[in-house]
């Protein structure tokens, strides 16, 4: 792709009549007219910086298809809706859809209906896909999260090796390459396996003044977020690692006062966007998540995300630290650790790279399972029930799942986990059975009366449905309308088979005999390697106490900082009491008496070398940060 005479007004034209901005922001502009220069180019702009309007932008300036290869089917479903809200002409392919839908939207692409075609990296593999497109003018080609292209990536993904095998179908044809974090080491790998003609790399700097990262070791995590909360006004986000977590802690904070949900990968889409929209509004406060929620948000007013737990990498840390403050008011990030998360730490390390011999075995107990002798195998997919799996094999789903990756990166199997079986009704009465009914309510009635108009054939066959859809139309929610399905169900009235995610095993090889599976170094050592080192540095961030954690991030990504923040904790202890040194002092001695967190007599505290007066300050001050307790008389450091 490349634009003759091409100006940065019709740029910003093109901005301000899709997006209603005046100009551009940072470093966009310049990306964009690198690529429509026709130059592979790599932007490193962090959380918030404006990633897409990079890629969306010159797609509209020039003829043909530009291809987003995205990781987050959610994300590229999202992106889809909004540009179409925009009058842009935009489509997904993703996992789910039928085979005629697919079809359609690729014949659309070629005859030149879509600008932007959002694929996941998984969709490379499709021969089917692969000669559709060809056919297709593709303007250019963008890598989003490109950081999972490269070994040295927090987030490695076999699959997005194929694009480099993508691009020779279009061998004119630039690529832009995007990501919110990459150290340098990521930066010169990103561009080495996507064959850059030459290094092009744009970068925003990860500075944010307005962001306050402070690390506090908790005493109560769940009264610490309230206290937190409590005093820090505007809309919050509150990470944790667990599903069962997410909706736990949710009901905990609400039970104290604030407004609070929860989000996770687990909940269907209307309920997801639903929740989402609740919190964008304001009408709830505070949103607790899973890492699954952030991609693709853009609420400028959050003024306090919490890590319940330590993330796994600065990589992740940084990225949901940074959708605090994005308006450029002052905002906090707190991560809560103790040692506690250091042991949870370095136990997934092991968790997620098994012993070889382990692996080797779980290899053969997929054999067993699918019957599959050795020689044999080869290109054959099976529906996988990792449950039943385990309880007959008597292994652990947290072991077995890293196990399987590692295979499927060492290219024994294909290990799928985004297969997803959409819900399938049939009719079991005939139409005139149906219409003697007289015992339904009439909520089943209306369920009935929606399913047959919208969908045809459904007493021949089972027919694909789309329960939030049907739920819309209907005008109830769409846990209302799977129990009222269970229901006429159960009545024999029709069947309902419920949407399911269905994880696939396909191998790639013939099968081996365990002893000659072998696991290269690029897929075991050296991705155990650097997971050690992301988890050290993670681990070395939080129980920093010496240098400014602005400086710390802004190093590990390959930046420096002229000064420090001046308002993370660190920064903080250093400064000087405003009371003064004396203050300060005795402040100290206080504090390295009750250090033993037992409690001590407030009789024994009049004994230490404090004036009466200065020490009733400090245990009112104390008071006032909830930094101690009063419990019959003794007082107790938090």
């Known amino acids: 792709m490349k634009v003759e005479g091409f100006n940065s007004e019709k740029y910003r034209t093109i901005l301000q009549k899709y997006w209603h901005y005046d100009d551009f922001r940072s470093i966009q502009l310049d990306i964009i007219q690198s690529i429509g220069e026709g130059r592979d180019t790599l932007g490193l702009m962090p959380t918030g910086g404006g990633k897409s309007i990079t890629f969306q932008v010159p797609a509209l300036a020039v003829e043909g298809v530009c291809i987003v290869i995205t990781p987050l089917i959610a994300l590229m479903k999202d992106q889809v809706e909004n540009l179409r809200k925009r009058g842009i002409k935009a489509a997904a392919i993703y996992t789910g859809m039928s085979r005629d839908n697919i079809i359609s939207t690729l014949e659309n ?147 104290k006062g604030i407004s609070a949900t929860y989000y996770h990968a687990g909940l269907d889409t209307t309920e997801k966007n639903k929740r989402q929209e609740a919190w964008k509004q304001g009408e709830i406060r505070t949103i607790v998540a899973t890492n699954a929620f952030g991609m693709g948000i853009d609420k400028p007013d959050v003024r306090l995300v919490i890590h319940h737990e330590c993330p796994t990498s600065i990589e992740a840390y940084f990225q949901e630290a940074g959708r605090a403050g994005r308006d450029g008011n002052k905002s906090y990030s707190f991560l809560l650790y103790d040692n506690h998360d250091r042991a949870r730490l370095l136990k997934k390390i092991r968790t997620t790279f098994p012993d070889k011999e382990y692996i080797r075995k779980v290899y053969d107990d997929i054999a067993y399972f699918f019957q599959i002798a050795v020689g044999d195998g080869y290109n054959c997919r099976f529906e996988f029930n990792i449950q039943q799996f385990c309880r007959n094999f008597r292994h652990h789903p947290t072991l077995v799942v890293p196990a399987l990756n590692i295979l499927d990166q060492a290219g024994y199997i294909e290990y799928d986990v985004e297969e997803e079986n959409m819900s399938r009704v049939k009719f079991i009465l005939e139409r005139e059975e149906l219409y003697r009914l007289r015992n339904n309510s009439p909520k089943e009635d209306a369920v009935v009366e929606k399913l047959l108009r919208t969908y045809g054939g459904l007493f021949v066959d089972y027919m694909y449905i789309d329960e939030s859809y049907l739920a819309e139309q209907l005008g109830m929610e769409r846990n209302m309308l799977y129990f009222i399905l269970k229901e006429l169900s159960q009545k024999r009235i029709l069947h309902y088979i419920p949407r399911k995610v269905i994880p696939h095993i396909r191998y790639r090889q013939r099968r081996e005999e365990s002893q000659r599976i072998v696991i290269p170094p690029r897929v075991y050592e050296l991705r155990l390697e650097k997971a050690l080192q992301r988890t050290k540095s993670i681990i070395e961030y939080a129980e920093n106490n010496n240098k400014c954690r602005s400086r710390l991030l802004l190093e ?59 020490l009733a300050d400090i245990l009112t001050f104390l008071t006032h940060e909830e930094t101690i307790s009063f419990c019959n008389g003794d007082i107790v450091l938090l």
């Open 109 to 255: 692409c070629i005859f030149g209906a879509y600008r932007i075609l959002y694929v996941s990296p998984e969709r490379l593999s499709s021969e089917y896909f692969l000669r559709k497109i060809s056919h297709a003018k593709v303007s250019f080609i963008t890598v989003d999260e490109a950081h999972c292209i490269t070994q040295w990536g927090y987030d490695f993904r076999p699959s997005y090796l194929q694009i480099t095998d993508f691009r020779k179908l279009f061998p004119d044809v630039p690529v832009l390459a995007l990501t919110a974090t990459a150290t340098p080491e990521v930066v010169k790998d990103i561009q080495l396996q996507l064959g850059f003609r030459q290094e092009n790399v744009f970068r925003m700097s990860f500075l944010r003044p307005n962001l306050a990262y402070i690390v506090r070791k908790p005493v109560n995590r769940l009264e610490d977020m309230v206290y937190l909360l409590h005093n820090i006004e505007g809309s919050a986000i509150v990470y944790v690692q667990t599903r069962k977590n997410a909706c736990e802690i949710a009901e905990q904070i609400c039970s």
């Open 556 to 614: 590990y990504f390959g930046e420096q900082a002229n000064h420090d923040c001046q308002s993370c904790d660190v920064c903080n202890a250093r400064k000087p009491h405003p009371k003064g040194d004396k203050w300060q002092e005795a402040f100290n001695i206080v504090k390295q008496h009750l250090a033993d967190k037992r409690p001590h007599p407030i009789e024994e505290l009049t004994l230490l070398d404090i004036e009466p007066s200065l």
